[in-house]
């Protein structure tokens, strides 16, 4: 009271007050939160890929503000998110190698309210995704010592072949099959039995392949199961001593995928 310092003394408690309050706040402000990450079905390394982030705020009453969160090198930031809101945004971020991707605890970071410091919290867990070679298209020496295949026919009936044989119309034979002319000479409906279409199987050898020219190797292989899987091809692999059978399948696809990225790893 004699020395005149209340003014000072209620400066200094005001300003504690405020960085006490705005630490509680920036407390509350983070917690709460759940992270999402959702990478695309594929991802090629080298390559930018897009990865949902899905920020959901759980709490009932309390909004959180100025928001970001930082996603392997990339980061995305939100202004508002109202309390049981979620929302997401997109970034784009480019992995250099092939292989398992381990994705780390992801963080969510705010300066809110008054900007002195910035707050973290983790919001959402670590994760992994499987990084495949980037495509590289040209050629490539399969199992037959060719780069790319024609159709054979083959002696099973179909829809898409050469002519076999004349057969009465079932019912489920396309009508383009119907043969009206010889149908006009019989009492009932006559179609032309076709052979069927197929393509021949490709297998990819990567045992034969040098190991200075691997990843070269490894991008063409994934370049040609997507291309084969276009064209209807069956498509087979030798990897690591082990033969897959070739098949046109999805499920096949997803395997032949996965062994090429993972080769020598």
């Known amino acids: ?110 300066a809110f309210p008054a900007g002195f410091f910035i707050r973290a919290w983790p919001a959402g867990p670590a994760s992994q995704c499987l990084v495949l070679p980037q495509p590289i298209p040209g050629p490539l020496l399969t199992n037959d010592g060719q780069q790319t295949g024609s159709l054979t026919t083959l002696n099973i009936r179909g829809w898409d072949g050469e002519q076999r044989a004349i057969s009465p119309y079932t019912g489920q034979e396309p009508r383009k099959l119907i043969n009206w002319r010889l149908s006009a000479r019989h009492d009932t409906l006559l179609v032309r039995e076709l052979d069927t279409l197929a393509a021949e199987p490709v297998i990819i050898d990567l045992d034969a392949s040098p190991a200075a020219e691997r990843e070269v190797t490894l991008g063409r292989a994934i370049f040609m199961i997507n291309r084969c899987w276009q064209l209807g091809r069956p498509v087979g692999l030798v990897a690591g001593g082990v033969t897959h059978a070739p098949q046109h399948s999805s499920q096949q696809r997803r395997l032949l995928l996965q062994e090429v990225a993972l080769y020598g790893l």
């Not at 006490?20 to 090629?44: D, F, T």
């Not at 920020?55 to 928001?67: A, C, D, E, G």
């Open 1 to 110: 009271m004699n020395t005149g310092n209340n003014l000072l003394y209620l400066l200094v408690s005001a300003l504690l007050g405020i960085m006490c309050s705005s630490g509680v706040a920036g407390w509350l402000n983070v917690r709460g939160l759940e992270i999402a990450l959702v990478p695309p079905a594929e991802i090629y390394c080298q390559l930018p890929t897009p990865i949902r982030v899905q920020i959901t705020n759980r709490k009932r009453w309390l909004p959180s503000f100025l928001l970001v969160v930082p996603v392997a090198g990339s980061r995305c930031a939100i202004h508002y998110l109202p309390p049981g809101a979620m929302t997401e945004q997109t970034i784009t971020c480019t992995l250099p190698s092939r292989g398992w991707h381990q994705f780390p605890l992801t963080w969510v970071q705010s």
